[in-house]
């Protein structure tokens, strides 16, 4: 097996494999796998809202794989794209609460972005330094950063920022939210997708640019690829590490322009749902490509929703299953696949 064709036929055959174990788990059940793929497909895909469902959760889910992906690139494995994300929605929400009212949107939105990339990527970037300076291992550095932003933002909203009788934050302007398609195109009629996608989908193009098209993708993938001869080679292998935390954690914080200011509008306890988490799946499908996470997030998208509209005749936990089954058996393929070579 090629490592091209390799790219293509694991995450191909992990989703098919996990389909069908997904089906025996159905039958086991007590259900018809038939009927409820029937039903799951015709409420998703085959309605507009459905699509405008999936396409909203696909959205926040290729932010949250890229901030996985970029890391990766240098086998460093980013796990806390969840407390990036919590840190990059709380500032988005607080500046969109705090700016004049009389700022047109042109203004308000870019700003609001921009906090919410700058919280992600200095959270990111807390777990690069630890990295390089002082050799810390970056899946403990970000999994404690992600129970530490947790924290911090729960303290800050619950007893400084919280609306009285609420447990959320004052709502952003009205110049700071971003418009649904609905509103602007007519498409996904009264679903929550909006026009962060665009802004998602011109990352993904951005990092996959970056990475293969650029000198500085280059020497980013050799400072992952072979650290020792990259510094030979004049490389900063810590600058790469930084620079590639602060891009992935800039990248988890963008998530909160499809959550914060297109959707709720203000900041909640709770409100990532563990998309951080799903992120690193979305990314280990794709195989840290970041065209590939556009993909890989639609697909997680919709076992996310499709599971809410079949709720009622199997629970959703089961494509949640199918989640971890998919991960698993790319983990497992990709290893065959090294032998084979």
């Known amino acids: 097996m090629t490592r091209k064709s390799g790219q293509i036929l694991i995450p191909f055959l992990s989703i098919l494999s996990a389909l069908l174990v997904s089906c025996l788990v159905i039958a086991m059940a007590g259900r018809d796998p038939m009927m409820i793929f ?142 649904s398609f609905y509103t602007v195109t007519g498409w996904f009629a009264n679903s929550p997708a909006n026009l962060t996608t665009i802004l998602s989908l011109s990352l993904a193009l951005f990092f996959q640019f970056l990475l293969f098209q650029s000198r500085f993708g280059y020497e980013m993938r050799a400072a992952g690829l072979q650290p020792e001869a990259a510094r030979y080679g004049g490389i900063n292998a810590g600058m790469h590490t930084l620079v590639a935390m602060g891009i992935g954690g800039a990248a988890a914080g963008m998530g909160a322009s499809n959550i914060v200011l297109s959707y709720k509008h203000y900041y909640e306890a709770g409100m990532s749902g563990g998309i951080g988490f799903t992120g690193i799946a979305v990314a280990l499908l794709a195989g840290a490509h970041p065209l590939w996470i556009v993909l890989s997030a639609f697909f997680f998208g919709f076992l996310e929703y499709g599971g809410l509209t079949v709720n009622a005749y199997i629970p959703k936990d089961i494509f949640m299953m199918i989640e971890a089954i998919t991960i698993l058996l790319v983990i497992a393929f990709s290893a065959l696949g090294k032998r084979m070579e």
Do not use: D
């Not at 996985?68 to 980013?78: E, G, K």
């Open 38 to 179: 029937s039903k799951m497909f015709h409420l998703t895909l085959g309605s507009s809202y459905g699509i405008g469902q999936v396409v909203f959760r696909m959205t926040t889910l290729i932010f949250a794989g890229l901030a996985v992906a970029i890391p990766f690139r240098l086998r460093l494995f980013n796990v806390g794209a969840e407390g990036q994300l919590q840190m990059g929605a709380f500032a988005a929400a607080m500046t969109g609460a705090m700016l004049p009212s009389t700022l047109p949107s042109l203004v308000s939105i870019p700003l609001c972005i921009i906090m919410a990339m700058a919280s992600g990527a200095c959270w990111a970037l807390l777990s690069g330094l630890l990295k390089v300076r002082f050799g810390v291992n970056e899946v403990i550095a970000t999994i404690m950063l992600n129970f530490i932003a947790q924290g911090l933002t729960g303290y800050l909203l619950t007893y400084h920022f919280a609306m009285p009788s609420t447990v959320h934050t004052a709502p952003i302007n009205a110049s700071a939210t971003i418009p």
